[in-house]
């Protein structure tokens, strides 16, 4: 990511990639449709009050891209956000090399040659994705299942990271369409991922949403193994369910604290349009890290940096 675009902040401008945007694609819509019988893409444009995407991946990027330099940020992350529209990421970054990062949910249990090759002879879309997106308490396995192994290994043999979601779970899109969200929450604390951690120290590990209400147990797994990272995205609601009053000043401290600087990777959770970037997100984590007296050098890091290092191009 060679271009610098500077998004201004509390330390002056600096390089901003976002580590978490949902991609939603042409495809992945029509993937949620398929979920649900008679539902029809006509009925998915009705119920969401939102812009809806070019048939094209390539156009949407696009459309990510400008909307990116509307804000000064220079790049993202952008998450397939179903188990098998990674090609729609790729797309993307095809399209964007320099601003953006294919991330692609997948699903352990159909980790094969079939799952990411729809059409003979089309090469291996695993090739290009730079993480893999597990929602364990989605599709329902134990980070202690075997299932789990080939996809780190796909990722040491490659210099990619694995990205685990951990804690509560949501997924408005799901409800707006009244598709079924059969979640199973044995399966979300970040404890499970230690003993994969162990067995993979080479693997960064992402946990979102400072582990999304699990946040004790994402730092006990981040100061246990230094290859686990922690993700600052979304509004990070889960705070309301602590015993004890807590806010993103406090949640920083800890997290600093016990996790360091070079280990935060800033992210917004950002997905649909017209709201596109999500800015208020930024403008809220800059502020408190600004007033919690993070240096210029550290907020570099979090803010773009730290997930530059750990997906090197």
């Known amino acids: ?46 119920k969401l009050d939102w812009q809806f995407p070019p048939e094209q991946s390539s156009e949407l990027a696009s459309v990510w891209a400008r909307d990116l330099d509307r804000h000064g940020v220079h790049g993202a992350a952008l998450i397939a956000s179903a188990p098998g529209d990674q090609d729609s990421v790729l797309a993307a970054a095809q399209a964007y090399p320099e601003r953006f990062l294919p991330f692609a949910m997948v699903n352990p249990k159909a980790w094969n040659q ?9 090469p291996d879309a695993r090739e290009g994705i730079r993480v893999a997106c597990l929602f364990p308490a989605m599709h329902g396995y134990s980070m202690h299942d075997e299932i789990v192994r080939p996809v780190f290994d796909w990722a040491a043999q490659g210099k990619r990271a694995v990205f685990v979601h951990c ?36 693997v960064p590990i992402v946990i979102p949403h400072f582990g999304a209400g699990y946040f004790r147990e994402a730092l006990m797994l981040a100061d246990l ?5 922690l993700d600052t995205s979304s509004s990070n609601r889960w705070m309301r369910f602590h015993g004890t009053h807590l806010d993103l000043h406090q949640v920083f401290r800890r997290a600093l604290d016990v996790v360091g600087a070079k280990r935060l990777l800033f992210g917004t959770d950002s ?14 984590q800059a502020t408190a890290l600004y007033e919690l007296g993070l240096s210029a050098a550290d907020a570099q890091g979090i803010f773009g940096e730290n997930l530059l290092r750990i997906l090197p191009r």
Request: with cysteine.
């Open 271 to 284: 997905s649909y349009f017209p709201r596109g970037w999500n800015y208020p997100i930024f403008d809220e």
């Open 167 to 202: 804690g509560s779970l949501s997924v408005g899109v799901r409800g707006k369409l009244g598709l079924p969200s059969a979640f199973d929450l044995r399966y979300s604390n970040p404890v499970d991922v230690h003993e994969i951690a162990l067995s993979y120290p080479q």
């Open 114 to 122: 079939e799952a990411w090759n729809q059409e003979a002879g089309k």
């Open 1 to 46: 990511m060679s271009e610098v675009i500077a998004r201004k902040s509390p330390w002056g401008p600096m390089l901003v990639v976002d580590a978490h945007v949902h991609f939603f694609s042409h495809h992945f819509f029509e993937i949620l449709a398929s979920q649900k019988p008679g539902l029809t893409l006509d009925d998915v444009r009705q």
């Open 225 to 229: 193994c230094p290859n686990v990272y």
